[in-house]
T-cell receptor
Framework: GQQVMQIPQYQHVQEGEDFTTYCNSS?????IQWYKQRPGGHPVFLIQ???SGEVKKQKRLTFQFGEAKKNSSLHITATQTTDVGTYFC??????????WGAGTKLIIKP | KAGVTQTPRYLIKTRGQQVTLSCSPI?????VSWYQQTPGQGLQFLFE???????NKGNFPGRFSGRQFSNSRSEMNVSTLELGDSALYLC????????????FGPGTRLTVT
């Protein structure tokens, strides 16, 4: 079945540094969604990308969908403590079931 | 508009018992999905209901079951609880099936002793 590989599993950064998480697939993705889960919270929808090469920005967050629609990335510029959490990507398979990446945990070093 | 609600929020059960968890989706949402999340783990898909029919099912044993009512509210049941069933159970609703954003409830924290 369809799978999305999300890397890295963890990323430790100093506050103010950048953060990037990647989702990769061996097959073409119809579209991709990104979610954020704060510690102790539940996943919250961030954005959906559908077009090849699409780039969307939300303040310090930049989302990209690859030209071949086989990969996507989320980049955070100048991380803040409020960015701490786990970021998940998800895509729908042919049965409309959401397939989730394993998540990348953003940890701010003290 | 009220968000997704889940009841109960916390539950402690003994091994061998059964449990029923409830989820009320956002008004107008017809699709409800259930996930299991254990500490440090990602989201493990249990099943999805749409128009009272199970549309997709994850790789969980038959002890895990669910249903959806005509008002889109959903319940999931776990029979013969095992220690490994201790987890956060999340419900998510979306407008329709497919690539619509999912809105998650706060979850039910189940502890099996």
């Amino acid at each position: 079945g369809q799978q999305v590989m999300q890397i890295p599993q963890y990323q430790h950064v100093q506050e103010g540094e950048d953060f990037t998480t990647y989702c990769n697939s061996s097959t073409t993705l119809s579209n991709i969604q990104w979610y954020k889960q704060r510690p102790g919270g539940h996943p919250v929808f961030l954005i959906q990308l559908v077009k090849s090469g699409e780039v969307k920005k939300q303040k310090r967050l930049t989302f990209q969908f690859g030209e071949a629609k086989k990969n996507s990335s989320l980049h955070i510029t100048a991380t803040q403590t409020t960015d701490v959490g786990t970021y998940f990507c998800a895509t729908a398979d042919s049965n409309y079931q959401l397939i989730w990446g394993a998540g990348t945990k953003l940890i701010i070093k003290p | 508009k009220a968000g997704v609600t889940q009841t109960p929020r916390y539950l402690i059960k003994t091994r061998g018992q059964q449990v029923t968890l409830s989820c009320s989706p956002i008004s107008g949402h017809r699709s409800v999905s259930w996930y299991q999340q254990t500490p440090g783990q990602g989201l493990q898909f249990l099943f999805e209901y749409f128009s009272e029919t199970q549309r997709n099912k994850g790789n969980f044993p038959g002890r895990f079951s669910g249903r959806q009512f005509s008002n889109s509210r959903s319940e999931m049941n776990v029979s013969t609880l095992e220690l490994g069933d201790s987890a956060l159970y999340l419900c998510a609703s979306s407008l329709e099936q497919g690539m619509y954003e999912q809105y998650f409830g706060p979850g039910t924290r189940l502890t099996v002793t």
